[in-house]
């Protein structure tokens, strides 16, 4: 009679052991997890900040570049005005010419303004594009973690090996 009880108690502390070990290990497991969906999402903001300062100097230099090429545009125009004023001319004609050098200064400026605004475009649809991907990856990061056990399945295993220990005491125990 004592062999039966010894061996259902036996059966049911080994499963009771290996329910608490596999719920520490899948805790360990789960914790690890959540640790390395922290560390990807810093990596992902990194990244995401490194190209959003990218993507705005890129614009500053475009920027940086339509000035330049603005003051060249008025130093032509005000070069071209005075050579006319220079040249000794009157009447009608000399207001057509100084005309007409605005007139060219403000098609380039036109042209230069179309050009920015192009590059703002660009520089808008460039951040949507970065902020899409780190969503995106957060997302993928988000789908590798793995779930914490609950204490409730540990409870149900404990009781699980629990009855395992019985029945094997049972299966054990003379028929009477």
Do not use: H
Not at 64 to 77: F, G, P, T, V, W
């Amino acid at each position: 009679m004592c062999i039966p009880l010894a061996v259902g108690l036996a059966v049911g502390a080994l499963g009771a052991v290996q329910s608490i070990g596999q719920y520490q290990a899948e805790s360990q497991a789960a914790s690890a997890s959540q640790k390395a969906y922290r560390q990807q999402r810093t990596l992902n903001q990194e990244a995401a900040n490194r190209a959003y300062q990218q993507t705005q100097l890129k614009l500053k230099g475009e920027f940086d570049q339509a000035s330049q090429k603005a003051e060249q545009l008025l130093i032509q125009r005000l070069q071209a005005q005075g050579a006319t004023l220079a040249s000794g001319r009157t009447g009608q004609s000399v207001g057509g010419l100084l005309a007409d050098a605005a007139r060219i200064e403000g098609k380039d400026l036109g042209a230069l303004g179309m050009n920015l605004a192009y590059a703002q475009q660009d520089y808008f649809f460039g951040m949507e594009n970065i902020y899409q991907q780190q969503r995106s990856a957060n997302i993928q990061a988000a789908s590798q973690r793995l779930a914490k056990p609950s204490a409730a399945g540990l409870a149900l295993n404990l009781a699980g090996a629990a009855l395992g220990g019985v029945q094997a005491g049972m299966a054990l125990k003379p028929p009477e």
